[in-house]
């Protein structure tokens, strides 16, 4: 009898372990994901959906780890330190460079604004640039977006001195008066033009080229081939903290600000420094074309700076950094 129970309870726990893993998550244990990121007014959705815990619904518990230097993401992912992150396609190109197996699973927001170069009254144009001394992060949306402006009036890194400084440092640099021109990220570019006086000004910003600096969604292909349920229901999650950002703006921006460390009133001002994209357009941004606001097209103009640069020695091939599948079951 105890031998035949024993074998009964066996056979019945195989046969309920095997089910379980065809239901979806929600109908089991709540799965987590360990995702890095950063304070970013386009991460807002997250922020709201961790918040409110709107993954939960998709049979999910999200730790969102916010690191202060974006370029330690990709490492903590090779890691195992984090499941997946949210980068900038600029570094998802050094990493597929690099020989990683990062690719884009969802496209987050593109910088309308947040990312600019800022500089005192004296500089009124990029031509003034040069012999100045100008302070940013290198190997980061920073170096990109100065690089890009170099390069599209005719000039180069050869033609500035540049002095590594992070974009939290920005502002209080350009006020001691020690520097001319930085280059930085939303809440500091609004930090620097709001010192005391009126004395710098935004010169250049990633307006002028939109989808040039586009936040993704990122795993290695390994986390996706284990963990596609997961992954589906934190995008879901996001899309759930879009939607509530647009449905309750006041109350959704109390959260953001509290993640930014500023107050609603600002949050909603730096929201309109990123463009969120909907689910609706996103497979448009993994289709080839040489616009800006698609990932190839941006990609190849990234790709060929960086490697100008010298930051990356050769091309890769940026087609095998996206994995559409779960933007496109979305889209169905």
């Known amino acids: 009898m105890n031998l035949a129970f024993s074998f009964r309870k066996a056979v019945l726990g195989t046969c309920l372990a095997s089910i379980a893993t065809l239901l979806p998550l929600s109908a089991n244990a709540l ?12 991460q807002a959705p997250f922020y709201v959906a961790d918040k409110l815990d709107l993954f939960k619904a998709h049979g999910l518990k999200v730790d969102l780890q916010l690191f202060s230097d974006p370029t330690m993401i990709p490492t903590a ?14 570094q998802v190109v050094m990493s597929a460079a690099r020989g990683l197996k990062h ?18 009254r004296s500089v009124t144009s990029i031509a003034d640039f040069k012999g100045k001394k100008i302070g940013f992060s290198p190997l980061s949306t920073s ?4 690089a890009y402006a170099l390069k599209s009036h005719g000039l180069s890194d050869k ?16 006020a001691s008066g020690n520097l001319p021109i930085g280059v930085t990220y939303e809440p500091n570019v609004s930090q620097t033009v709001n010192l005391p006086g009126s004395n710098f000004h935004v010169i250049y910003s990633s307006k002028e080229a939109p989808g040039l600096i586009t936040d993704v ?29 647009k449905s309750h703006p006041d109350e959704s921006a109390k959260i953001i600000a509290g993640v930014l460390g500023t107050d609603a009133a600002d949050a909603k001002l730096q929201l309109a420094t990123v463009y969120n994209i909907p689910l609706d357009e996103m497979g448009k941004n993994f289709e080839p074309s040489e616009s800006t606001t698609s990932l ?12 100008t640069n010298g930051q ?17 079951a979305l889209n169905r």
Not at 103 to 120: C, E, W
Not at 159 to 174: H, K, L, R, Y
Not at 301 to 307: P, Q
């Open 143 to 146: 170096d990109f977006l100065l």
């Open 296 to 307: 190839l097209g941006s990609g190849q103009l990234i790709a060929d700076l960086l490697k």
């Open 159 to 174: 033609d500035i001195t540049p002095v590594n400084m992070s974009p939290e440092n920005v502002p209080s640099a350009m």
């Open 77 to 90: 992912m090779v890691g195992d330190a984090i499941d997946g992150g949210t980068l900038t396609y600029d």
């Open 31 to 42: 799965e987590k994901l360990k995702v890095g990121t950063v304070v970013w007014v386009g």
């Open 103 to 120: 690719k884009v699973v969802m496209p987050i927001d593109y910088s309308n604004g947040g990312d600019a170069i800022v500089a005192d």
């Open 312 to 328: 990356i020695s050769a091309v890769p091939d940026l087609g095998a950094t996206l994995d559409t599948q779960f933007i496109e």
């Open 217 to 245: 969604l990122v795993f290695d292909e390994k986390v996706i081939a284990k963990r596609p349920a997961a992954i589906k229901a934190l995008i879901q999650g996001y899309l759930d903290g879009l939607a509530y950002i």
